[in-house]
């Protein structure tokens, strides 16, 4: 009897926990995928494998919920902050579900089990030379640059990106400034960063735009092959200074211009008044006729 229900109740803790690792699978797809990998090498932040046996549950659960404050606090969380130098933006998981990421990391890690099955195309782009950005052709950059600005549209209905971002690039006009300057963005994050957040943008302003548009895979190609074209070519494209010359001269000229038109306006109605002018008219009118 004992025995009998001993195993029921193992076994129930064994389902439960490989239904959480099932979903922390799933938690950690949709919200950390696009910047860590999982035995796969570091993406935009460092490799998860084995975290779980590197920090505690504790420190993770803090971690995540809130690195800046969290670093402020904890040495260790301070130096990977400072080594990365890329805030890990706030995630939006609740304790039970970064547990079940944690139970997920801890079997997909080697040393536990051998399922490390999480394929993602980050690996492949940059193993094949001939899809690595940095050897795009150049229609593919200026593709990337006409899905940037928007003139040619992405292929699943999203934004366009210059809605939300700026790249200084001779070709574009600036764009928004309501998220992040892109112009250096394939320095600091690479192909396989790139992949990542575009295959999975992890920031809300961003995912709610293409969760149901998501880019094609070419798309994110010819995006990426636009941002290294940028981050290369930057020395030569002086696109944001031109735009504050265009705001100092084009608005200052034009400032003045209205400004002596109005002056203008204003001196002549001070000099003349406009029962004068119909006199005047009235006279001339009358003169006229009298010559002819
Ligand atoms: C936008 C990219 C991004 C996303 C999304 C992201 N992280 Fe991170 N993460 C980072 C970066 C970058 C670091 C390196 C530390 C830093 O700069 O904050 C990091 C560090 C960590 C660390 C510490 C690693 C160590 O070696 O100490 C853990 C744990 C972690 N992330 C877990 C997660 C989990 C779990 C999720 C999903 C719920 C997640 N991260 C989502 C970018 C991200
Ligand atoms: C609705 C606004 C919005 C649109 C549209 C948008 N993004 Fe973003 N994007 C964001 C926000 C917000 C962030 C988070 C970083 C920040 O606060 O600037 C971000 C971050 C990024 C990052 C990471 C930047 C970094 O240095 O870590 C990349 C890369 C990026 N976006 C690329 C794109 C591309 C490519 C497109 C077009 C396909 C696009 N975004 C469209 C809002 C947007």
Known sequence: MKLKSIVISLSIVTISINLNAQNGKEVFKQNCSACHSIGKGKLVGPDLEGIHTKRSEEWILSFVKNAQAFGEKDADAKAIITEYGYPMPNQNVND??????????????????????????????????????????????????????????????????????????????????????????????????????????????????????????????????????????????????????????????????????????YIERKRKCVKENIYKRQIKAATSKNIY
Request: glycine share 8%; hydrophobic share 40%; net charge negative.
């Open 96 to 265: 039970a579900e970064i547990k079940a990421i944690i139970n997920y990391i801890a079997e997909s890690s080697p040393t536990t089990t051998n399922s490390v099955e999480e394929a993602e195309p980050v690996e492949e782009i940059t193993a094949d030379p001939i899809l690595d950005p940095a050897n795009a052709s150049a229609s593919d950059i200026t593709t990337g640059l006409h899905l940037f600005e928007g003139s040619k549209r992405l292929e699943n209905g999203g934004v366009s990106c210059i809605t939300c971002h700026n790249v200084q690039h001779r070709d574009l006009i600036g764009g928004g400034l309501l998220a992040k300057d892109l112009t250096k963005v394939y320095e600091r994050l690479g192909g396989a960063g790139l992949n990542g957040i575009l295959s999975a943008p992890p920031f809300p302003a961003m995912a709610s735009s293409y969760q149901n548009h998501p880019l094609t895979e070419k798309e994110i190609y010819q995006l990426s092959a636009f941002f290294n074209d940028a981050a290369v070519n930057n020395v030569y494209q002086p696109q944001r200074v031109y735009n504050d010359h265009l705001l100092i001269y084009g608005g200052g000229v034009a400032f003045l211009v209205i400004a002596s038109i109005i002056l203008l306006v």
